[in-house]
T-cell receptor
């Protein structure tokens, strides 16, 4: 039931863009995105509840395609502070308060 | 609010010993989650509570693990007896009325020798 994330890792130069994908084999109620910096706790970025919904946080946005059971996180004009591991978490319609996290995508932004 | 508070931050123990991890959720939050994070298995949900009642403990690895929430401001995760494979970072998170946004504590890094 764990969502699948891709890519596993990505290296960017400052100012470049990146997309992180998350997909599920089960019908989704919501998708959550968190970022974890090395040695720290995961921090909430955004939650998407409706099909096709898009949300934004600074220069980070996300989309949720309920029909395809997929979500994508878009990082534009990346900054050094964006480095970390990005987790998508999925909640299913049968248990919407339970979030299962994917394996994470390691993102490194270099000067 | 001080956020989710976990203690201890680091725990080193010997195999066979009992380990108790503690968590104080954000005041007013009615959900509490326990996670375990390792390189191999990622961020695993162990158990979660709603209004102090365990809702889903299907992620608890085995009977050596137990969790309690005696009141709205305190929860414990106990491992007895501990084994080296239990070494991991254990996170506690709580959520309230903001649509399942989870706030994580700083974690407890457990090393079982």
């Amino acid at each position: 039931q764990q969502p699948v994330q891709s890519p596993q890792a990505v290296i960017l130069r400052e100012g470049e863009d990146a997309v992180i994908n998350c997909s599920s084999s089960k019908a989704l109620y919501s998708v959550h995105w968190y970022r974890q910096k090395h040695g720290e706790a995961p921090v909430f970025l955004m939650i998407l509840l409706k099909g096709g919904e898009q949300k934004g946080h600074e220069k980070i946005s996300a989309s949720f395609n309920e029909k395809k059971q997929q979500s994508s996180l878009y990082l534009t004009a990346s900054q050094l502070s964006y480095s970390g591991t990005y987790f998508c978490g999925t909640a299913f319609k049968t248990s919407y308060d339970k979030v299962i996290f994917g394996p994470g995508t390691s993102l490194s932004v270099i000067p | 609010d001080a956020g989710v508070i976990q203690s201890p931050r680091h725990e080193v123990t010997e195999m066979g010993q009992e380990v108790t991890l503690r968590c104080k959720p954000i005041s007013g939050h009615d959900y509490l989650f326990w996670y375990r994070q390792t390189m191999m298995r990622g961020l695993e949900l162990l158990i979660y509570f709603n209004n102090n009642v365990p809702i889903d403990d299907s992620g608890m690895p085995e009977d050596r693990f137990s969790a309690k929430m005696p009141n709205a401001s305190f929860s414990t995760l106990k491992i007895q007896p501990s084994e080296p494979r239990d070494s991991a970072v254990y996170f506690c998170a709580s959520s309230g009325t903001e649509g399942n946004i989870q706030y994580f504590g700083a974690g407890t890094r457990l090393s079982v020798l």
